[in-house]
């Protein structure tokens, strides 16, 4: 068991943890698609929890009517040293320990979510052909850095905005960096996560209902990541996203907002983590 973390007499609030994983077998094949897994893991440790608090955020979260957001993001997991099979989709670990940021701005997710991953203390990221079995060694908290008005993000995990089909499209569209709608689009969606959180009182300490953030995308090239969930299932969809670098203008509690949420869609699938560019 991960020895047990010290949160007794500390007042929960928004975190971001790190969690150190071992090798617990001599498999060593990661699936190049693994968000799925760690999302339902981080899931599973809620429930461990709580169960019915766990079951409330994975199947409805806060919000009303189609805007529900569930308030927690991930980034991807350090497994360097690794070689990366093209033709497999699979990563070979070559080391023994790995690492995963996981962001909550709901203090009650956060507190249960450190119960739980006392109780589940172990994870198998992958599918029925690869996988990977982990022991969680010890969880640390990343302490959030000093928020301005006016703030660089680097994107750790795919930043994810689209628009609805339009006449002659089956799909809704992913939308690029480079395209005139991403940023409005990406500001919206800010703006009503932080409106939703604003009204069922979630750890908001000042409130901007009128706030108009500013936002410039700093990466002349943004690079896609095309990211497919629940592979091998008849649920499988293909997700796209960017990497790039932005500045965003916003008062200091949005900052810290963004801080613990990320930035764009999807973000309990691990899309959108940010960090802070110095």
């Given at each position: 068991?991960?020895?047990?973390?010290?949160?007794?007499?500390?007042?929960?609030?928004?975190?971001?943890?790190?969690?150190?994983?071992?090798?617990?077998?001599?498999?060593?094949?990661?699936?190049?698609?693994?968000?799925?897994?760690?999302?339902?893991?981080?899931?599973?440790?809620?429930?461990?929890?709580?169960?019915?608090?766990?079951?409330?955020?994975?199947?409805?979260?806060?919000?009303?009517?189609?805007?529900?957001?569930?308030?927690?993001?991930?980034?991807?997991?350090?497994?360097?040293?690794?070689?990366?099979?093209?033709?497999?989709?699979?990563?070979?670990?070559?080391?023994?320990?790995l690492s995963l940021q996981v962001s909550f701005f709901v203090p009650e997710a956060a507190e249960l979510f450190i119960k739980g991953i006392n109780v589940v203390n172990e994870a198998y990221?992958?599918?029925?052909?690869?996988?990977?079995?982990?022991?969680?060694?010890?969880?640390?908290?990343?302490?959030?850095?000093?928020?301005?008005?006016?703030?660089?993000?680097?994107?750790?995990?795919?930043?994810?905005?689209?628009?609805?089909?339009?006449?002659?499209?089956?799909?809704?569209?992913?939308?690029?960096?480079?395209?005139?709608?991403?940023?409005?689009?990406?500001?919206?969606?800010?703006?009503?996560?932080?409106?939703?959180?604003?009204?069922?009182?979630?750890?908001?300490?000042?409130?901007?209902?009128?706030?108009?953030?500013?936002?410039?995308?700093?990466?002349s090239q943004p690079k896609s990541k095309l990211i497919t969930i629940k592979t091998l299932t008849k649920h499988e969809i293909s997700v796209r996203g960017w990497l790039f670098e932005c500045?965003?203008?916003?008062?200091?509690?949005?900052?810290?907002?963004?801080?613990?949420?990320?930035?764009?869609?999807?973000?309990?699938?691990?899309?959108?983590?940010?960090?802070?560019?110095?």
């Amino acid at each position: 068991m991960v020895s047990e973390f010290i949160f007794n007499n500390i007042n929960i609030d928004p975190m971001r943890l790190q969690i150190i994983f071992s090798l617990k077998s001599n498999k060593n094949f990661l699936p190049a698609n693994y968000q799925h897994h760690i999302s339902s893991w981080i899931y599973k440790c809620i429930s461990a929890g709580d169960k019915e608090f766990a079951g409330f955020l994975h199947q409805k979260g806060y919000g009303e009517r189609n805007k529900h957001f569930k308030f927690f993001t991930f980034g991807p997991l350090d497994i360097r040293p690794y070689h990366f099979h093209k033709t497999r989709g699979v990563f070979e670990l070559y080391g023994n320990q790995l690492s995963l940021q996981v962001s909550f701005f709901v203090p009650e997710a956060a507190e249960l979510f450190i119960k739980g991953i006392n109780v589940v203390n172990e994870a198998y990221f992958g599918d029925k052909i690869n996988g990977i079995q982990l022991g969680v060694d010890e969880l640390r908290i990343v302490p959030e850095p000093l928020m301005l008005n006016t703030m660089t993000y680097k994107l750790v995990s795919p930043c994810c905005i689209s628009r609805p089909a339009q006449e002659g499209e089956k799909h809704s569209q992913y939308l690029s960096p480079q395209d005139r709608e991403f940023v409005p689009r990406l500001i919206d969606n800010l703006k009503i996560k932080y409106g939703v959180a604003q009204n069922v009182l979630i750890h908001i300490e000042e409130e901007h209902p009128d706030f108009e953030p500013k936002v410039r995308v700093l990466t002349s090239q943004p690079k896609s990541k095309l990211i497919t969930i629940k592979t091998l299932t008849k649920h499988e969809i293909s997700v796209r996203g960017w990497l790039f670098e932005c500045q965003i203008t916003a008062p200091l509690d949005v900052q810290s907002f963004i801080w613990n949420v990320g930035l764009g869609e999807k973000g309990s699938m691990g899309f959108g983590m940010v960090d802070v560019k110095p």
